[in-house]
């Protein structure tokens, strides 16, 4: 497709279990963000990568989180022994360079409800 | 951390009217970019102006501006029920790394 596609659109799991979320950017894109946001409040970012390497993952809020991108397209956002205040839409975004250079794409996001 | 604080937090107008949300920001910035978001859905770029520019008009958008009171307006004239969202601003400073960082949003909401 032409936008960014994110999967799954819905997760619902258990407290304790681990957790992936895809993100495919537009083709093309090298940068590519994650964001978490939460009901009722502004997207908070959690990692950039520019193609392979993460160039910012100050926004990760602990070491249960961790993202990937290993061919510069892709990206998965991993959390393991998931919590309930990891409940929350994730968002991703790409853009064709950095943000300098204008605007993000962003997916229609996944809902995760951890129970 | 958010760097930006939209105004108001929720608005209420009636189709026709103009709506006028507030940003204000911390740091100096590259740009200033603003985004609408629709209730579960992602986030869709409306208009991005550098800090060069005081003021840019897109449509029915004009966006204004103030670096030196680290502000920014979004006007949206005649309004639409499908104007009803969630409006966010967004910065990009040299001290960001490289991110855009988002405001809390303003809730609109145009009755027909």
């Known amino acids: 497709g032409a936008g960014v596609s994110q999967t799954p659109s819905n997760k619902v799991t258990e407290k304790g279990k681990y957790v992936e979320l895809r993100c495919d950017p537009i083709?093309?894109?090298?940068?590519l963000y994650w964001y978490r946001q939460s009901l009722g409040q502004g997207p908070e970012f959690l990692i950039y990568?520019?193609?392979?390497?993460?160039?910012?993952d100050s926004g990760l809020p602990n070491d249960r989180f961790f993202a990937v991108r290993p061919e510069g397209s892709v990206s998965t956002l991993k959390i393991q022994r998931t919590e309930r205040g990891d409940s929350a839409m994730y968002l991703c975004?790409?853009?064709?360079?950095?943000?300098?250079?204008?605007?993000?794409?962003f997916g229609e996001g996944s809902r995760l409800t951890v129970l | 951390s958010q760097q930006g604080e939209e105004d108001p937090q929720a608005l209420s107008i009636q189709e026709g009217e103009n709506a006028t949300m507030n940003c204000s920001y911390k740091t100096s910035i590259n740009n200033l970019q603003w985004y609408r978001q629709n209730s579960g859905r992602g986030l869709v770029h409306l208009i991005l102006i550098r800090s060069n520019e005081r003021e840019k008009h897109s449509g029915r958008l004009r966006v204004t501006l103030d670096t030196s009171k680290k502000s920014s307006s979004l006007l949206i004239t005649a309004s639409r029920a499908a104007d009803t969202a969630s409006y966010f601003c967004a910065t990009d400073s040299d001290n960001q790394g490289g991110k855009l960082i988002f405001g809390q949003g303003t809730e609109l909401s145009v009755k027909p």
């Open positions: 083709s093309g894109h090298t940068a």
């Open positions: 990568f520019q193609g392979t390497g993460a160039a910012d």
């Open positions: 975004a790409s853009s064709f360079q950095g943000p300098n250079t204008g605007e993000l794409f």
